[in-house]
């Protein structure tokens, strides 16, 4: 199915200061290659390659650059890799990935020494067949962030950047104490944020007032929009564009009515062109 262009060129949005231009909706690919020991409410069958290229295409076709993986999504970053590099098309595309979670054995690992940070960003082009990434993410439980002022860890993110494997570090945070730490050594920070989940506001706003990225995630609540939350999927990404500091807002589906319905309502809620 060929999709109209619907984010123009001009509505990217600069990830923090660091010249690189995402559109402001997103493809989460977390789905493309993990289906267990995830939250959302129904299970589904990892998906195969002509879904992922027909949901890939279709991105395309709508002006959506941004691709966001993990070390932790299973095998996401290889199917990606592997895919992409089929396709031919690798230069088109944004890449975001995380490292510090690992996935291999079937239950979540952390370790966010330095050493880990940077042999997980070795891995992960490796497995992205890449010899670069747009953005590398620390991966946070949550707890370890309280300490990764201390750890060296954002140091770890800096070598990367000068060895030239990396344009963009930052983390994927979970706390505003985390927040607070990160901010000053990232360019782009990733947020849960919804109108069911506000909590991080304050952060997010903090970021954009610093210069630093944001990446939203969870937006429709990992699919329980119009499932027991009181708001519809249309005014889920209004509410959620209403803060200027978001760079691009993630969403990840299998279904490419829904990567439509999405980019339509992340227009209507930006304006016609997908600026704001
Ligand atoms: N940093 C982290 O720790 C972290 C954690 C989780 C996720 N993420 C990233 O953020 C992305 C999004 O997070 P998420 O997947 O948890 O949450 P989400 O974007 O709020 O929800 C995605 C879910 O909603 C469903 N969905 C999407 N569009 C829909 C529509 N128009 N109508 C009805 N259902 C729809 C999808 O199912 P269908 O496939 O059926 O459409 C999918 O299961 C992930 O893909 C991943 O890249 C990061």
Request: charged letters at 25%; a negative charge.
């Amino acid at each position: 199915m060929k999709q109209d262009r619907l984010f123009a060129e001009q509505a990217r949005r600069e990830i923090g200061r660091t010249g690189i231009r995402v559109s402001p909706l997103g493809f989460g690919t977390l789905k493309f290659g993990r289906n267990t020991g995830v939250k959302y409410p129904t299970p589904f069958d990892l998906p195969d390659d002509d879904t992922i290229n027909e949901l890939l295409d279709a991105c395309l076709d709508m002006g959506i650059n941004l691709l966001d993986t993990a070390a932790a999504y299973g095998t996401s970053e290889s199917r990606l890799g592997e895919i992409l590099c089929k396709r031919g098309d690798g230069d088109a595309w944004v890449l975001s990935t995380k490292a510090g979670e690992d996935y291999d054995t079937g239950e979540s690992v952390f370790d966010f020494s330095p050493e880990a940070i940077i042999a997980s960003a070795e891995r992960s082009l490796r497995r992205l067949r890449v010899d670069s990434v747009a953005c590398l993410l620390l991966h946070s439980d949550g707890v370890a962030e309280r300490s990764f002022g201390e750890t060296g860890v954002f140091d770890a993110l800096d070598d990367l950047k000068t060895r030239g494997l990396v344009r963009a570090v930052g983390a994927s945070i979970k706390t505003p104490e985390g927040a607070a730490i990160a901010i000053p050594r990232s360019d782009v920070l990733m947020i849960e944020y919804s109108f069911a989940s506000p909590g991080m506001s304050e952060s997010i706003d903090a970021a954009g007032a610093a210069g630093v990225g944001v990446f939203l995630k969870k937006v429709l609540g990992s699919g329980r929009v119009g499932d027991g939350y009181d708001m519809s999927a249309a005014d889920a990404l209004r509410f959620v564009f209403e803060k200027p500091a978001v760079t691009s807002v993630l969403i990840g589906t299998l279904c490419l009515e829904h990567l439509v319905e999405n980019a339509e309502r992340a227009i209507a809620a930006l304006g016609n062109d997908g600026g704001g």
